[in-house]
């Protein structure tokens, strides 16, 4: 009986060592696969039984294949490459930023500043040129064309995130499907909790979807006794056992652009990490708290500055008639209050007014009251102080401007020493319309009438003074721009979207190297390592060897006892 016992006990081992070539066979055939998990054979002493007082054992069983992996490992590298993700997607959306703003090439946006501020000092050098005029309008032209492209491309750069958002929800969904069918199949392979083997190909495919998942949001998966695992995100469950929990793209509460919601409660997904979170916030770019925020800033110190200095210049002409660019709301509240683009102070300006038949000049000073009382100067209130002058007629359209207009064609008009900035705000007499840098452009009756282009303070068509100080206001600091410049407003911008890009990049290449880090860590202990796996088969063949010469033994002595009876 013990020798039948000892050739059984072989013939265990046997298929154990047979077993065991073929895990390492696997593992070795899979060394270049990607995702795939080391595979061990666990062994287990087989049951003895008992002959008369002693209990024998019965060799060696295989109790289970399984997949060698850290799951505290495993979990560090979704959260890492959830965070890299996350950095990845700011990291391409700031290049684009930076391509943008092509600060190395001689079509950045601070050359076409020089530009335009050198052309103004053209005009000053020769203020009777028309044709250099008209180059000054057309390198204001081209500083508001490159201020609206900008603001363009920054909205496409918006909406492309948009689009990716979009893609993200069908993605999620995609793989979340994928989870709870492979839930499904590797519960029935292995049996539930009965069972101390892997189903590992379908495992295997497991892990590379919860990575996949990993890169678009933060996932936290826990599996449960069954070998089924349930997905969380942000404290939502994207997939329980087999069943999936789809998402969609919805408007965000803001309704400024589109964000993941659960489908079926329409809640928005918690997000703290992956390139999802990196799409929200790259979509803040063409916000006002993002870089398009930032342009329209420059924009409207560009067009408040340059308005400003210009509405109180004369041109070669004076006016017949003007109307201003920008709508009055309330022709009876405080103008500040009223509308207008930007502040108003107390202060005055000058209307003059010319009669041709006599040759002489009038000066009136039109005084506005704006302290932040009710009693401050209303549009209403302006219009009739305008009025009083005369040779000149006010009135508010119909569609809200302040239009001035001589009483004969004899009769022409200008303007000066505007300390209230109340000229600009309205839209009277100024270079630029627009207050944004979406919609900044020059005044179509200053490109169709260069002459228009007001140079002069010292009357219509006398020097080119106001030119002097439009030029030097971009790069001489202003009291209009709290005692800095427009190039130095610019340079700040640069500097400070810089420092961000920069501070984001280190941040995004320390992710890398941690992840990095990670992976070598993971597969150590997951990856197929030749040299061991070598090992492995030697041992499994030695041990098949042994095996077997136990096997041969048992049966010579088996056929001597047979042979003696």
Do not use: C, W
Request: glycine share 8%; aromatic share 4%.
């Amino acid at each position: 009986m013990s020798l039948f016992s000892a050739i059984q006990g072989s013939a265990n081992a046997l298929r154990v060592s047979q077993l065991g070539l073929q895990v390492v066979g696997n593992n070795i055939a899979n060394v270049n696969t990607p995702g795939y998990v080391r595979q061990e054979l666990i062994q287990a002493p087989a049951r003895g039984y008992k002959a008369g007082d002693l209990v024998i054992g019965q060799g060696v069983q295989a109790v289970g294949v399984q997949q060698k992996l850290d799951n505290f490992v495993i979990e560090r590298l979704r959260q890492t490459q959830s965070q890299l993700s996350y950095q990845e997607q700011l990291e391409g959306t700031n290049a684009q930023v930076e391509s943008l703003l092509n600060e190395l090439s001689d079509k950045d946006f601070s050359s076409n500043l020089s530009r335009f501020a050198n052309a103004f000092q053209d005009v000053a050098n020769q203020p009777g040129s028309d044709s250099i005029r008209s180059l000054a309008i057309s390198r204001g032209q081209e500083l508001a064309t490159q201020l609206r492209s900008l603001s363009s491309s920054v909205d496409d750069v918006s909406k492309q995130n948009q689009t990716e958002i979009s893609s993200a929800a069908t993605d999620i969904n995609r793989i979340i499907d994928t989870v709870a069918k492979l839930n499904q199949r590797i519960v029935e392979v292995e049996g539930g909790a009965l069972s101390n083997s892997d189903a590992v190909g379908l495992r295997d495919e497991r892990l590379k979807a919860l990575d996949e998942l990993s890169t678009f949001v933060d996932v936290a998966a826990r599996e449960d006794a069954t070998g089924s695992v349930t997905v969380f995100v942000g404290g939502d469950y994207l997939v329980s056992n087999g069943i999936p929990r789809h998402v969609k793209a919805a408007k965000n509460a803001a309704g400024t652009g589109l964000e993941v919601h659960l489908v079926d409660t329409d809640a928005p997904l918690k997000i703290t990490g992956g390139k999802l979170k990196g799409l929200y916030e790259s979509a803040e770019t063409a916000t006002s708290t993002g870089f398009k925020g930032k342009l329209d800033s420059l924009a409207s110190d560009v067009i408040r500055v340059v308005n400003r200095l210009h509405s109180q210049g004369q041109g070669q002409k004076g006016f017949g008639i003007t109307t201003g660019e920008n709508v009055i709301s309330n022709v009876n509240a405080p103008i500040e209050q009223s509308g207008p683009s930007f502040d108003i102070d107390n202060g005055s300006f000058t209307i003059n007014v010319q009669d041709a038949k006599t040759g002489k000049t009038k000066t009136y000073d039109i005084l506005v009251k704006q302290q932040g009382l009710l009693s401050d100067t209303t549009p209403q209130q302006l219009v009739t102080a305008i009025d009083g002058i005369d040779g000149v007629t006010a009135r508010i359209t119909n569609d809200g401007r302040l239009e001035i207009k001589s009483d004969s064609e004899a009769i022409q008009f200008s303007f000066a020493n505007d300390t209230s900035g109340t000229l600009a705000a309205l839209g009277i007499n100024t270079f630029f319309r627009g207050n944004s840098a979406s919609t900044i452009e020059v005044r179509p009756d200053i490109i169709a009438d260069p002459s228009k282009l007001a140079v002069s303070l010292k009357g219509v068509g006398n020097g080119a003074d106001n030119a002097i100080k439009i030029a030097e206001a971009f790069t001489k600091p202003t009291e209009l721009l709290g005692g800095r410049s427009v190039n130095a407003l610019y340079d700040q911008m640069i500097a400070s979207t810089t420092r961000e890009i920069s501070s984001q990049k280190g941040v995004t290449d320390g992710l890398r190297n941690f992840l990095q880090s990670l992976e070598a860590q993971n597969l150590g202990i997951s990856g197929v390592n030749l040299d061991e796996e070598a090992v492995k088969m030697l041992l499994y063949q030695r041990a098949f060897q042994a095996t077997s010469k136990l096997v041969s033994v048992a049966s010579d002595m088996l056929n001597t006892l047979v042979n003696l009876v």
